[in-house]
């Protein structure tokens, strides 16, 4: 089994910064691209921003020079840096890992999702 587990989202005013992180636990062998989604009301599920097992990183034209991702491969956690929030950021983030399995299964594997709410 291999789980996925988010913090950090919460409600802010326009402007500020919140800080998301997602630890991957269980049956590991390796995690190769980590990355975050969102979800707003009504909408489809976006790519937010992806970082490789090498530390490369693309975003979405949206968050591009406010939002950071970055990642700890010895506690196979990632993270997502917010700042400068607006109101049209709010949504569920979601975390996503290719993990390889110690079975040698890969796998795409999403978390809960974490609501950040962005107040104008």
């Known amino acids: 089994q291999v789980h996925l587990v988010e913090s950090g989202g919460g409600l802010v005013q326009a402007g500020g910064s919140l800080r998301l992180s997602c630890a991957a636990s269980g049956s590991i062998f390796s995690i190769n691209a980590m990355g975050w989604y969102r979800q707003a009301p009504g909408k489809q599920r976006e790519l937010v921003a992806r970082i490789t097992s090498g530390g490369s990183t693309n975003y979405a034209d949206s968050v591009k020079g406010r939002f950071t991702i970055s990642r700890d491969n010895a506690k196979n956690t990632v993270y997502l840096q917010m700042n400068s929030l607006k109101p049209e950021d709010t949504a569920v983030y979601y975390c996503?890992?290719?993990?390889?399995?110690?079975?040698?299964?890969?796998?795409?594997?999403w978390g809960q999702g974490t609501q950040v709410t962005v107040s104008s």
């Open positions: 996503n890992a290719d993990i390889l399995h110690v079975s040698f299964v890969r796998g795409d594997y």
